[in-house]
């Protein structure tokens, strides 16, 4: 019986260490796909930070561009005011001078005018003599 037990430890101690050998396998293998994959990694991060650069100078010029049209979009409404003001004032003019100024210079047309028929009438008259 001592030789069936001593056997056994031996196909025990023998399996353990066929089953350690495969776990160091299997380690050995994990150890080298982590490897890989960490190279794989720090490819991909060179790789990918002038993107992300790129997309932040990117995003800080669409901001400028942004804060440039909404300061922008400020100046163009108060030119529209402006504009609304100036239209406004010759409006004004205008019926100022309708209303007011151009009654009397039809009046001093019409008096030049009389004014020139009776010179023309002075002067076909002398003419005849």
Request: glycine share 4%.
């Amino acid at each position: 019986m001592d030789v069936i037990q001593d056997l056994l430890w031996i196909l025990l101690l023998s399996g353990g260490i066929v089953l350690v050998i495969v776990i160091i396998v299997v380690l050995l293998r994990l150890k080298n796909s982590i490897e890989s994959l960490l190279q794989e990694i720090t490819r991909f991060g060179q790789r990918t930070e002038p993107v992300l650069e790129k997309l932040e100078s990117v995003a800080e010029k669409t901001e400028e561009a942004l804060n440039m049209i909404t300061e922008n979009r400020e100046a163009l409404r108060e030119a529209t005011g402006y504009i609304r003001s100036v239209a406004a004032n010759i409006y004004r003019l205008e019926n100022t001078l309708q209303e007011q100024i151009e009654p009397s210079v039809n009046a001093l047309a019409r008096r030049l005018m009389g004014f020139r028929r009776g010179v023309e009438s002075f002067l076909d008259v002398l003419k005849r003599r």
